[in-house]
C-alpha cells in the first residue's frame, strides 16, 4: 500500500514538475500545429522524460525499500543496537520489584556479546538477549528470579505498564507480549524495510548475477541454463513451422485439407500450451523429448493459422495475373503464394516464439536439470529470492531480445508489408 | 495472328435460395486484331463478367470464346489482363515485376533484361527499375501493370478499369498511354470503364452494355482514339461529335439506371 502511495505520488508529481518545465519549448514539428490531440492517435509521442523518470523511479523505489548502497534515500529499517526495557515482577508474598531486560538488536549474521547486566538485591534479576533484526526472542526472564516457582510469582507491567498473559505493550524501540507460560517475547521495530529473503537489494541481484555467470549454479553455466532453454524454444519452434506452414498452405488451397484439420486446429488452438503438460509429461516423459513436444505443439497451431491467412488472404487479382502472364500451379505456389504470405507467417512466427519462450520457462517450471526456469524454481525452494529475481530479469531481457530479433528480421526479409 | 470471336455466350449464376441471375444472355461479338473497344455501361450489366470470361477466369454457361480458331479455356499468356489496382507483386522490384512473364517461359535472362529496359522505356519508368513497387504512386503502378502485361507479348490485352483508381491529371496522362501502346504495339485491346469520356476517347469501337440480363444495348464506331493517337486528348473533346456523344450515351446509362432503381422499387 505504502509502495503504491509512493508510485502513485512519484507518477504525478514528476508530470507537473516536468509538463512545468518543458513549457514554452514545446515540441517543434507537424504534430506541435494539431489543435485536435485529444483523440489522435499519432499525435501521441511517447514523453522521453517520462520513460526516463519512470525506469529510474523503479529503481529507486527497489532501492529505497532495500537498504541499497546505490540510493541515497532510504524508508526507515528495522531497529539495530541496545535498547532496553523494565519488567516488574510480583512474587508469592506479594512484594513487587523491576528487573532491566538489556537488548543487543544485530543484523542478520552478526554475531555480537550478550550486552552485561549487573546484579539487583530484590528478588527480580536482570536480563540480557541478542535479537536480530526483523525477528523476535523469547526471554525467560523469571529463570533467574527469586522464588518464580511459587505459586503467586507473575509478571505485573512492562515498563510500567500493566499487563496480562496474552496481552502486549509497546517500548521503545519494539514490542513486548507477554505469553501464557509467562515468558516474554520482544520483537524490535521492523521499520518499512523489506527483508532480502523478501526482496534483495538490486546490487545483491548484480553481485548473484556476476556470480552465477562466473561458477554457475546447481551444476550448470548460467548461459548453459539459459541456453538450454533458447535451444528448446528455437528447435521447438522450428519444428513447428516445419509442420505447421506447409498444413497451413495445404488448408488455404484444398478444401479437403481444409474440412479435415479444421475441427482440429479450431480446438487445439484455444487449448493453452500449459494445460499439456501433465499429458505430455506422461506421453514423452519430463526429458527433453517432452519439452521438445510440447513447444511443438504450442507453435505448430499458431504458424498453421498464420500460413492460412496468408494463403487466403491474397488479393484474388495477384493470382489472376500471375496465370494470365502464363505461371503454372507450381510457379504461382513458389513466386506468388509463398512470398505474399510472408507477411502473416512472420506475425504468427513472432506470436509463437513469444509464447514458446513462456511455455518452455514453465515446463522448465515442472521438472528439468536445467533452463531458466529450473534455476528460478530451484532457488526459490531455498529462499534465495535474488537468484529469482536474477533469473526473471533475464527471462524478461531475453524475452525481449527474441521479438527485437524477429522484428529486424521481419524488416529484412518482407520489407513490403503492410505497404501497398 | 487472328480474331477474337465471342459466340452465344451467356452467364447465369445460380444463387443459393433459388432464383438466378442472368449476368451476361447471347453476346455475340467478332473483335479484329488490333482494334481498341471500350466496354461501357451500369453496375451490374456484366462487362467485368465478360471479361473474366474472356481472360478465362470463369467459364459460361453457354457459348465459347475463340482466339486463334481455338477455343478458350482457363487463363493463358496469349490474353493479357491489366487490373484496376492490388495486382502487382509487393515482394518483386519493378524489372522483377515487369520480367515475372518471361521468367514463367524461362526466357533466358539477357533476353529477358532487353525486354524489361525496353518497356521501361516505353513506359516512362527508366530510372524505376529497381524501385520497390510500393515506393511508386498509383499512375507509376499501373505504368509498370501495363508494361508486365506487354513483356509477355499477348495477342490480346484486356484492362478492367485500369485507370479507374487514379486523379483526374494522371488518369489523362495514362489515357494518351494506353493510346500510344496501342498504336505502338497493334494489340487488339478491350477496356472496361466507368467513364464516358474514357469510353470515347480510347474506343475506336464502344460497346454499351445493358443489365438484367446483360446484354448489348448499343454500338458505336468512334474516330476518337484514332484522332487521339497524334493529338492532344483535350483537343479530341472538342471535335465535333464528342459532346453530343457523350451526352447521347450519359442518357442512355441514365435511363437504365433510373429503370433499375424503379424495378427495384417496385418490388420492394
Redesign the interface.
Known amino acids: 500500500m505504502i509502495i503504491l502511495t509512493m508510485y502513485i505520488a512519484i507518477f504525478a508529481g514528476a508530470y507537473f514538475i516536468v509538463s512545468f518545465f518543458q513549457r514554452g519549448k514545446e515540441s517543434k514539428g507537424f504534430n506541435a500545429l494539431k489543435t485536435v490531440t485529444f483523440g489522435d492517435e499519432s499525435a501521441v509521442t511517447p514523453n522521453r522524460a517520462a520513460a526516463f523518470i519512470s525506469v529510474i523511479t523503479i529503481f529507486l523505489i527497489w532501492g529505497a525499500f532495500t537498504d541499497s548502497k546505490l540510493v541515497p534515500l532510504h524508508v526507515t529499517g528495522p531497529f539495530v543496537g541496545d535498547t532496553s526495557f523494565t519488567y516488574t515482577a510480583k512474587n508469592a508474598a506479594g512484594d513487587t520489584a523491576d528487573g532491566n531486560v538489556s537488548i543487543r538488536v544485530h543484523k542478520i549474521g552478526d554475531k555480537p556479546d550478550k550486552p552485561e547486566v549487573e546484579a539487583t538485591d530484590s528478588f527480580v534479576q536482570n536480563d540480557s538477549i541478542l535479537v536480530g533484526a526483523w525477528r523476535s526472542k523469547l526471554i525467560n526472564v523469571k529463570r533467574n528470579d527469586e522464588g518464580y516457582k511459587e505459586d503467586g510469582y507473575q509478571i505485573v507491567a512492562i515498563d510500567g505498564k500493566p499487563i496480562k498473559a496474552g496481552e502486549s505493550v509497546e517500548v521503545e524501540d519494539g514490542k513486548v507480549a507477554l505469553t501464557e507460560k509467562k515468558s516474554l517475547n520482544f520483537t524490535p521495530t521492523k521499520g518499512l524495510q523489506l527483508e532480502p529473503i523478501w526482496m534483495p537489494a538490486p546490487e545483491a541481484v548484480v553481485s548473484r548475477f556476476i556470480e552465477i555467470a562466473r561458477d554457475g549454479y546447481q551444476n550448470f553455466g548460467l548461459w548453459e541454463h539459459l541456453g538450454w532453454s533458447l535451444i528448446r524454444v528455437i528447435v521447438g519452434f522450428l519444428l513447428g513451422a516445419l509442420v505447421g506452414i506447409p498444413l497451413g498452405y495445404a488448408m488455404g488451397l484444398s478444401g479437403w485439407f481444409r474440412g479435415w484439420f479444421d475441427p482440429i486446429v479450431e480446438f487445439m488452438r484455444p487449448v493453452p500450451p500449459l494445460a499439456l503438460i501433465p499429458l505430455v509429461i506422461i506421453w514423452f516423459g519430463i526429458w527433453e523429448t517432452g519439452k521438445i513436444v510440447l513447444l511443438f505443439l504450442a507453435s505448430l497451431w499458431i504458424m498453421t493459422i498464420a500460413a492460412r491467412a496468408g494463403v487466403s488472404g491474397i488479393?484474388i487479382?495477384?493470382v489472376?495475373?500471375?496465370?494470365?502472364?502464363?505461371?503454372?500451379k507450381r510457379?504461382l505456389m513458389w513466386?506468388?503464394m509463398v512470398?505474399?504470405s510472408?507477411p502473416e507467417i512472420f506475425t504468427g512466427a513472432r506470436v509463437a516464439m513469444g509464447v514458446c519462450w513462456g511455455t518452455v520457462v514453465a515446463a522448465e517450471l515442472v521438472a528439468a536439470q536445467k533452463g531458466a526456469g529450473m534455476m528460478i524454481i530451484a532457488a526459490s525452494k531455498f529462499q534465495l529470492t535474488d537468484i529469482v529475481l536474477m533469473g526473471i530479469i533475464m527471462i524478461g531481457i531475453i524475452g525481449y531480445g527474441i521479438d527485437i530479433l524477429m522484428r529486424k528480421t521481419e524488416r529484412w526479409l518482407?520489407?513490403?508489408k503492410g505497404?501497398? | 495472328m487472328s480474331d477474337l470471336t465471342i459466340e452465344n455466350l451467356s452467364m447465369r449464376f445460380d444463387l443459393p435460395d433459388g432464383t438466378h441471375v442472368q449476368a451476361l444472355q447471347d453476346i455475340n461479338l467478332e473483335i479484329k486484331t488490333g482494334e481498341i473497344m471500350s466496354v461501357l455501361g451500369p453496375s451490374g450489366c456484366g462487362k467485368t463478367t465478360l471479361l473474366n470470361i474472356v481472360?478465362?477466369?470463369l467459364a459460361p454457361t453457354e457459348g465459347r470464346v475463340i482466339l486463334n480458331n481455338e477455343e478458350v479455356h482457363?487463363?493463358?499468356?496469349d490474353?493479357?489482363?491489366v487490373?484496376?489496382?492490388?495486382?502487382?507483386?509487393?515482394?518483386m522490384s519493378v524489372s522483377e515485376n515487369i520480367a515475372?512473364?518471361p521468367?514463367?517461359?524461362n526466357i533466358q535472362a539477357a533476353r529477358s533484361k532487353e525486354i524489361v529496359d525496353h518497356l521501361l522505356e516505353t513506359v516512362g519508368l527508366h530510372d524505376f527499375g529497381e524501385k520497390?513497387v510500393?515506393e511508386l504512386s498509383g499512375g507509376m503502378q499501373q505504368r509498370v501493370a501495363l508494361a508486365?502485361?506487354l513483356a509477355?507479348e499477348?495477342e490480346v490485352i484486356l484492362m478492367d478499369e485500369p485507370l479507374g483508381a487514379l486523379d483526374a491529371l494522371t488518369r489523362e496522362k495514362m489515357q494518351g498511354l494506353v493510346l500510344k501502346l496501342w498504336k505502338e504495339t497493334g494489340k487488339t485491346i478491350i477496356l472496361i470503364t466507368h467513364s464516358v469520356e474514357e469510353a470515347l476517347l480510347l474506343g475506336e469501337r464502344l460497346l454499351v452494355m445493358a443489365p438484367r440480363p446483360g446484354r448489348i444495348h448499343k454500338e458505336y464506331q468512334l474516330p476518337f482514339a484514332e484522332n487521339g493517337v497524334d493529338q492532344d486528348l483535350r483537343e479530341v473533346k472538342k471535335s465535333d461529335g464528342f459532346g453530343e456523344t457523350r451526352e447521347e450515351i450519359l442518357s442512355m446509362i441514365w435511363e437504365m439506371e433510373e429503370e433499375i432503381m424503379g424495378r427495384t422499387e417496385a418490388g420492394a
Request: include cysteine; glycine fraction near 12%; proline fraction near 8%.
Open positions: 488479393n487479382a495477384k489472376h495475373a500471375a496465370y494470365s502472364l502464363g505461371a503454372s510457379q513466386h506468388v512470398p505474399n510472408l518482407v520489407p513490403w505497404k501497398h | 481472360a478465362g477466369f482457363g487463363p493463358a499468356s490474353r493479357g489482363m487490373f484496376q489496382q492490388g495486382a502487382l507483386f509487393e515482394w515475372f512473364g521468367r514463367m517461359k520497390a510500393y508486365r502485361c509477355n499477348p
